[in-house]
C-alpha cells in the first residue's frame, strides 16, 4: 500500500486572500497534501485568543488536487481546533502558520497570530512551524524565504519535534545570509500609544510603539539575527513554567 | 519624607464590573494605592490580543481615596500598555490580574486574558501575579481567597520576582487545605466543539470542550493542587525559548 503523503495544516493571521499565505501554500506543496484553514479577513495581534461570545463557522474555497482551502470566521488558533476537530478526517502531520506580513521575534511571539496557531498545533503535539518575514507591506516579496523553509519543513517532517517545542522562524527583508538557531530576544515596546483624538476627546489612542532591544549585542538573539541579514529559528516552548523559580518560592511563602 | 505607598495596577478579563475584580480591589486596599484599569465589558478568551484595526480609548469610573478606576474599550493587555505608558505618572509596583471567574491552571494559560495582563506585565519588568478561581458563575464565592492573596501579594511586594517570571495563581472552588509551588500540568483540550446549526447550515459551531489532563497522577502540577483541594502557584516564564533544543536543531540543518 501506498504511504499517505504528510497532510500539512495552514493557517495564518493575516487572512486567507494574503499573499503570504498564499506563497506559502506554493513553496509547500511538493512537500505533501495541503488542507488550508485560514480567517476570512485579517487578525493580525489575536495571539492565542478565542471567540468566546459567538459560534465560528467556516466555508470551502476551493479545491484542487493535493490543496484544499477553507475560510474560518475565528480566530487563528480556532482555525487549527476547528480543522483538527470537526473538519479533517486524519490528524495533520505537521501545522505550519504564516507566512506573516510581519516580524514576530522577540517578546512579539506573545501577541502574534501565525505564533498563536503554532502554539495550538504544539499543544495539540503536533509538530508545528510559524514563518514570518520583517516586511508588513500587502505586497511584500516572499520568493527569496522558498528554499529555507522548504528546507526548514522538510527536516521538521524528517525528525518531528520534541512535544512540547515549536518553530518560530523570522526572515529578514532583503537578501538572506543563512540561518541562526537562536534565543528569543530580550526587549520592551516603547512609545506605545499615538493619541488620536475624537472630537474634541482627548482620551482616544492607536497603539503603535517600537521594540527596544535591550541586549542588541546578544548574537544569539533572534533580533540579532534579523538585524545582520539572517533568518531567526527560535525554538520555542508551550511549557511557561519557570522551573528555576519553584524551589526559591516555596521558600518564601 | 514619607515613603509613597506601593502602586498595585489591577486588571482582569471579565470586565469592570465582574465580582471578581471588586473582590480583588477589596484584599488588596490595605497594601498599597490601587489603580484599575479593566475592559468595559468581558473579554474571556483574550490572551495577549491586541486591538490593531481600532484605536482605544479610557475614561474615569470612580475616584476615592487610595483607590482610582478605569474602564478601557481595550483588550487586557491593552490595559495594561494604555495605564503605563499614558494613563498613570509612576510606574507600577505590582500588576495584578483577576480575580478570574474561571480555571487559567495547565495549558490554559495560553488563551487566558487575566494571564495576558500578567505577561504584559512581567514584560515591562514589573512583577505581575494573576489569581484565578476555579468557578467561573458571576456570584463566586471569593472570600476564601482573601488571606491567600493578601500573603502572596505581600511576598512578591517584599521581594519581587525574577526579571522574567510571573505567577499564576489558580484556587479550588470551596475550602482551601494551603497553597503548593507546582508545575504547569500537561493536557489537551479535546470534544472541542459543538454544533450550533444556523437556519439548516451545519457549519456553525460552539467552543467547547474537556481539559484532559495527560498526567493526573503528577503531584507536582497544577492540576492535581486544584483536583486536591490546594491553591496552585505556577510560577510562570515570558522567555518562550526551549534552550535544550538549540544545539540539537543545529545539527539538523
Chains 1, 2 share one sequence.
Not at 43 to 60: D, F, H, I, K, N
Request: net charge negative.
Amino acid at each position: 500500500m501506498e504511504k499517505k503523503k504528510p497532510l500539512i495544516l495552514i493557517s495564518n493571521d493575516d487572512g486567507v486572500l494574503a499573499k503570504g499565505i498564499n506563497e506559502l501554500i506554493r513553496f509547500l506543496c511538493p512537500l505533501g497534501e495541503i488542507v488550508v484553514m485560514a480567517p476570512d479577513s485579517a487578525r493580525s495581534g489575536s495571539g492565542c485568543a478565542l471567540s468566546v461570545t459567538q459560534p465560528v463557522c467556516y466555508e470551502l474555497i476551493s479545491k484542487k488536487p493535493g490543496v484544499t482551502v477553507y475560510s474560518c470566521s475565528g480566530t487563528p488558533v480556532e482555525c487549527i481546533k476547528l480543522a483538527c476537530s470537526a473538519v479533517l478526517d486524519r490528524e495533520p502531520d505537521l501545522v505550519v502558520g504564516g507566512i506573516n506580513h510581519g516580524d514576530n521575534s522577540g517578546t512579539n511571539v506573545h501577541y502574534s497570530g501565525t505564533m498563536g496557531i503554532v502554539i495550538e498545533g504544539c499543544l495539540k503535539g503536533i509538530p508545528s512551524i510559524g514563518f514570518s518575514l520583517c516586511d508588513h507591506t500587502p505586497d511584500a516579496e516572499f520568493q527569496p524565504l522558498e528554499k529555507y523553509i522548504r528546507q526548514i519543513t522538510s527536516v521538521v517532517l524528517e525528525y518531528g519535534l520534541p512535544i512540547r517545542t515549536c518553530l518560530n522562524v523570522n526572515f529578514p527583508c532583503g537578501e538572506i545570509k543563512g540561518v541562526k538557531v537562536c534565543e528569543q530576544a530580550v526587549g520592551q515596546w516603547q512609545k506605545e500609544w499615538e493619541p488620536c483624538p475624537k472630537k474634541g476627546i482627548s482620551n482616544h489612542f492607536w497603539l503603535t510603539g517600537e521594540f527596544i532591544n535591550m541586549e542588541p549585542d546578544n548574537e544569539k538573539s533572534d533580533n540579532w539575527a534579523l538585524a545582520n541579514g539572517y533568518a531567526a529559528i527560535t525554538p520555542t516552548t508551550v511549557d511557561l513554567t519557570d522551573y528555576s523559580f519553584i524551589d526559591i518560592l516555596k521558600e518564601r511563602l
